[in-house]
């Protein structure tokens, strides 16, 4: 499961690609963490991890004065978050049109040996009843942090930064 710096890492590197003001990037990347605040209400990848929520405030910001930015660059971010839920575990994705938790699961095996070796691609859509995923719990333990998530969002974070500063030093952004 993404854990909350992936989650803020994902829109942060893709709002400073885009040029936008690392301050702005950075706000707009929180609101991608907020899906995981319904551990607080105890339970975990309830229906706050739905696509529509994200559609919904899209067709809100397209009403409203004919797409409010703020709203849109919001609606992408919360989006993130359920994208990388949904290929890493079950998730009520598409909560309320489907009842389920749906889970893409991809994998790329490669086995090497002496010949023949092999590559084997695994795509699979598996699916669960979301009453498994959006039951109550007394108490949970969840990785807020661990090594492999905290070096993948520091690359992707000073990535960012450091093409942000290069396209400055070259006058691009």
Known sequence: ?????????????????KGMDVRKAALLSLIAVLPD???LIHVHRSYTHSIFIP??????????????KPL????????????????????PILWPVYAGSLWLK?????????????VKLSIQLLQQP?????ASFEEAD?????????????????????AKRAGRLRGTH
């Open 37 to 39: 605040l319904d551990v």
């Open 130 to 134: 979301a009453s498994k995923a959006l």
């Open 72 to 91: 849109v660059l919001a609606s992408l971010s919360l989006a993130t978050h359920s994208i990388l839920d949904f290929v890493t575990y079950y998730t």
């Open 55 to 68: 559609i919904a405030l899209l067709v809100a910001a397209a009403i409203w004065r004919r797409g409010s």
């Open 142 to 162: 969840f990785t807020a942090a661990s090594g492999e998530g905290t070096l993948i969002a520091l690359a992707l974070v000073l990535t960012a930064l450091i």
């Open 1 to 17: 499961m993404p854990e909350p710096l992936v989650h803020f890492a994902v829109p942060f590197a893709l709002f400073t690609a």
């Open 106 to 118: 991809a994998s790329l095996d490669i086995h090497v040996a002496s010949l023949p070796s092999s």
